[in-house]
């Protein structure tokens, strides 16, 4: 029997509500086998978390895999104290873990066991300080690498707290900055160095770790992750999602309505899939009417995905460029992506024009330029074509499009 699915709810789906990705998974469970540190590279939305909570699920008869997320952290005693707090499940790790940490617990009223995670958290960082989360951090991993079974560490946005921490202050990327983010990133490499083979760490983020070190000149510090480039799906996984989805729901697809959807995507990464479906669902349900055919799609498509829900959810990519760019430096990354959603397909002579109007070569010269190229391709904006760079996504072309084109002049 065909396969149903139930439809993404929250942020990450693991068991029934996972699609696909088979390969992924065997090579990703391998290259763990094999006992390496792997660096999952992809854009926004391509269920990178999702990836790492699954095969979390199937590996852990295997494997001790402990899910670290940095999302909300910005400076290493955060992070040590979180990776304290991820043994809390692993009962024998946990017994040690709270040695280590035995001088914070004297000052917990009724023993650590009878308080909260959060307060257990706040203790934690509040016994951890520039001076000793090296030496508490070396110990966690000796604690790991003695583990019986041996420990995957899936550490989740990452590149979050690195960037933070680059741009700690109002300083903006200082060199204490990038000195703190060097010590860090150092101890993290020595320690997967040393418990090769006991530990694996995978690291992941929703921005990408690779760009951000490079721009502080700190790339060697992730030499040992071997990348593992995850790809969108392709056209016959989400067609079959669409279909498993619409199984579910009991919603019939009528003649080439599935492939109308994926085509109108072409890039099919597997948030934007589940969003589309959602829209399917809902025009459905309101008009109760269970058929979806292909030629209501490309209004739906207008209307939906291009509309206010898809407003909210591109909007995050706008607002990230000022993660990674400078104030300055962002009319002209704008105006980039203006002009490509616009025209198609951004060209070398179009981009010095755009440099002249917006920045100047001396503010922004050769070397910045292509940086920021480099960015936005690494980020899931551009891929480069032989004419030029052109976006990776029809979704995010169509909805800056609609978003900027108004008041903005074209080049080409
Ligand atoms: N394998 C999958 N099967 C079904 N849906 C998926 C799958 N992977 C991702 N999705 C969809 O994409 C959404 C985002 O997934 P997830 O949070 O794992 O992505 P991410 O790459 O970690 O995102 P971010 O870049 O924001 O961290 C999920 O809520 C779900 O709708
Ligand atoms: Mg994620």
Not at 118 to 140: F, T, V, Y
Not at 147 to 165: A, G, H, T
Not at 352 to 367: I, W
Request: glycine share 6%; charged share 30%.
């Amino acid at each position: 029997m065909d396969r149903k699915l139930r439809q993404a709810q929250g942020n990450w789906v693991d068991g029934e509500r996972f699609w696909g990705r088979e390969v992924d998974i065997r090579i990703l469970t391998r290259l763990v086998d094999d006992g390496a540190h792997i660096s999952i590279v992809a854009q926004r939305r391509m269920g990178k978390t999702s990836l790492m909570k699954e095969l979390a699920r199937l590996l852990s008869d295997r494997y001790i895999c402990l899910y670290l997320d940095l999302q909300k952290e910005s400076v290493p005693t955060d992070a040590i104290a979180e990776l304290a707090l991820v043994l809390k499940p692993h009962n024998p790790l946990w017994e040690k873990g709270k040695r280590l940490f035995a001088n914070i617990w004297q000052s917990v009223s009724g023993g650590v066991e009878e308080v909260s995670c959060g307060e257990i958290g706040i203790k934690l960082r509040a016994g951890l300080d520039s001076g000793n989360w090296m030496d508490k951090g070396d110990e966690l991993f000796r604690i790991l690498s003695k583990s019986e079974k041996p420990v995957l560490l899936m550490i989740d946005e990452l590149p979050l707290m690195v960037n933070r921490m680059l741009r700690a202050g109002d300083g903006g990327m200082t060199r204490e900055n990038i000195r703190q983010v060097d010590r860090f990133m150092s101890w993290l490499r020595k320690n997967s160095i040393e418990h090769q083979g006991k530990v694996r760490i995978m690291l992941s983020g929703s921005i990408g770790l690779e760009p951000v070190l490079h721009q502080a000149g700190l790339s060697a510090v992730i030499n040992n992750y071997q990348p593992y480039d995850l790809k969108p799906w392709d056209h016959e996984s989400a067609a079959g999602c669409l279909t498993a989805l619409a199984s579910y729901e009991e919603i019939v697809f009528d003649d080439h309505a599935v492939l109308r959807m994926v085509e109108k995507l072409g890039c099919c990464i597997p948030h934007h899939v589940q969003l589309f479906f959602a829209c399917v669902f809902n025009y459905c349900m309101h008009r109760r009417v269970m058929h979806f055919s292909a030629e209501e799609v490309d209004d739906l498509y207008e209307t939906e995905m291009l509309g206010f829900r898809g407003h909210a959810e591109m909007t995050h990519y706008e607002e990230r460029l000022s993660m990674y760019f400078e104030k300055e430096r962002l009319p002209l990354v704008k105006a980039m992506l203006t002009e490509t959603a616009v025209t198609g397909v951004l060209t070398r002579a179009v981009i010095l024009e755009l440099r002249e109007e917006y920045a100047s070569q001396a503010g922004c010269p050769d070397e910045a330029l292509d940086e920021m190229l480099r960015i936005l391709q690494h980020d899931g904006y551009f891929t480069k074509k032989d004419e030029g760079y052109v976006y990776e996504s029809n979704l995010l072309r169509d909805w800056w499009r609609k978003a900027h084109e108004e008041f903005y002049t074209r080049r080409a």
